[in-house]
């Protein structure tokens, strides 16, 4: 049997759309948008009206708790899907909220890093109001190149903390499957 590890894989960009601004979905055509992009239910919006991406409202935590999706907010049904950095998939946990499948592919086409349009994470944190907080692992990725993305498709997920914050974890659940989303690799990098 063939054992990789992601220290040995040589990440290399997929190719993904030029168009950066997909049609939004029906199901998401109440949502506010931002530049043509529908605004995930769990994005905090400031005092004065910005959309915060990439940091947490505290909906989040209900998402979580409550398995509800993190970009329309609805109930979560089976199949559900986790959307995963690189770094997140030897933990099997994530900070990330579970979507539905169809939410999970209006979010790879839409999202720019989770699409693989950015090839860092922003250099500065964003000003957030008192009610707001950043991610526990946003200082690590201030100017960090950004990382590949993957699907887990999953029946279900357990709650737990890590790093000080509450994460969706499928370490005692089998993953229906794994797909890379902006990411591949050569079968080299299996033999190595």
């Keep these: 049997?063939?054992?990789v590890t992601v220290s040995t894989l040589t990440p290399r960009r997929r190719a993904v759309s030029s168009d950066p601004v997909p049609p939004i979905p029906a199901w998401l055509a109440d949502r506010p948008t931002v530049g043509g992009l529908v605004v995930p239910w769990t994005t905090p919006e400031t005092q004065d009206g910005r959309h915060v991406f990439g940091s947490l409202h505290p909906r989040f935590r209900d998402a979580l708790k409550r398995r509800l999706c993190g970009v329309c907010g609805n109930a979560l049904t089976r199949p559900m899907v986790l959307l995963m950095r690189l770094?997140?998939?030897p933990l099997?946990?994530?900070?990330?909220p579970a979507l539905h499948p169809q939410c999970s592919r209006y979010t790879t086409l839409a999202c720019p890093m989770v699409a693989g349009r950015r090839t860092h994470y922003r250099s500065t944190p964003v000003r957030l109001d008192s009610s707001m907080t950043h991610s526990a692992d946003t200082?690590?990725?201030l100017g960090a190149p950004?990382?590949?993305w993957f699907a887990v498709w999953l029946n279900g997920y357990d709650v737990i903390e890590l790093n000080g914050a509450l994460a969706a974890s499928y370490r005692?659940?089998?993953p229906l499957r794994?797909?890379?989303i902006n990411?591949?690799?050569s079968l080299s990098d299996l033999l190595r």
Excluded: H, Q, V
């Design 1 to 3: 049997m063939w054992r």
């Design 87 to 89: 770094s997140d998939l």
């Design 92 to 96: 099997k946990a994530t900070s990330e």
């Design 139 to 141: 200082g690590s990725r």
């Design 146 to 148: 950004a990382e590949p």
């Design 172 to 174: 005692e659940i089998e």
């Design 178 to 180: 794994i797909r890379p």
């Design 183 to 185: 990411f591949t690799f």
